[in-house]
């Protein structure tokens, strides 16, 4: 079947721009989330759906970050005013309920983001 | 809070050589489990072998193995056989707990000398 898709591959915006950033995950995973890559601080985790559950938005570095999952499917994480410092690629990644062995993750190919 | 250390930036393996990345982390967990991922120049995250705490036997995937020391808290990552293919950044990751939200280490560069 299809894996977890990203678009757009690639954003370049300029600072102060707000950007939305898709992700589409397989068809039934339950669980979404969302990392950011970035050279200075590597991977880290942003923000996690799970069914109809409340988010867990504890790695959002600011305000300025949001995201949402419509239906339980699809999920965009949004960036408003954005500063050069959010240049970094977005990995979404989805995971099917349950315990071991569906503790798999599934990436997407990611967003690379450039805020010039 | 859990961390997950790589100190080795990059590491060089010659072509059917085997090579070990090196990875520890820390928790206060009994629970949790262990990943490799790769990721190669087109930054598609791949799985290359996970392990469950609580299993002591060492995950193995073909050419992959793991050396899981859980008093250590060490897990580092085999690669027999090196083939050119296996060049990329390997990520050492630790997740545990309902959300399983993944912490990674700061990987590691390998490259493969043909």
């Known amino acids: 079947g299809a894996g977890v898709s990203q678009s757009p591959s690639n954003k370049v915006t300029e600072k102060g721009k707000d950007v939305e950033l898709r992700c589409d995950p397989i068809?039934?995973?339950?669980?979404l989330y969302w990392y950011r890559q970035s050279l200075g601080q590597g991977l880290e985790f942003l923000i996690y759906?799970?069914?109809?559950?409340?988010?867990?938005k504890s790695g959002l570095p600011s305000d300025r970050f949001s995201a949402e999952r419509t239906g339980g499917s699809v999920s965009t994480l949004t960036i408003q005013r954005t500063q050069q410092e959010d240049s970094a690629v977005y990995l979404c990644a989805s995971r099917g309920a349950g315990g071991f062995p569906y503790n798999e993750q599934f990436f997407g190919p990611g967003t690379r983001l450039t805020v010039l | 809070a859990q961390t997950v250390t790589q100190s080795q930036p990059e590491m060089s393996v010659q072509e059917a050589e085997t090579v070990t990345l090196s990875c520890t982390y820390d928790?206060?967990?009994?629970?949790?489990?262990l990943f490799w991922y790769k990721q190669p120049p087109s930054r598609q995250m791949i799985l290359v072998i996970r392990q469950e705490a609580y299993k002591q036997q060492n995950a193995t995937e073909n050419r992959f193995s793991v050396n899981f020391q859980k008093a250590a808290k060490s897990f580092s990552l085999k690669i027999s056989d090196s083939q050119l293919g296996d060049a990329a950044m390997y990520f050492c990751?630790?997740?545990?707990?309902?959300?399983?939200?993944?912490?990674f280490g700061k990987g590691i560069t390998l490259s493969v000398r043909p």
């Open positions: 759906f799970q069914g109809n559950s409340a988010p867990d």
């Open positions: 928790t206060s967990e009994s629970d949790y489990y």
């Open positions: 068809s039934g995973h339950t669980a």
């Open positions: 990751a630790y997740s545990t707990g309902a959300n399983s939200k993944l912490t």
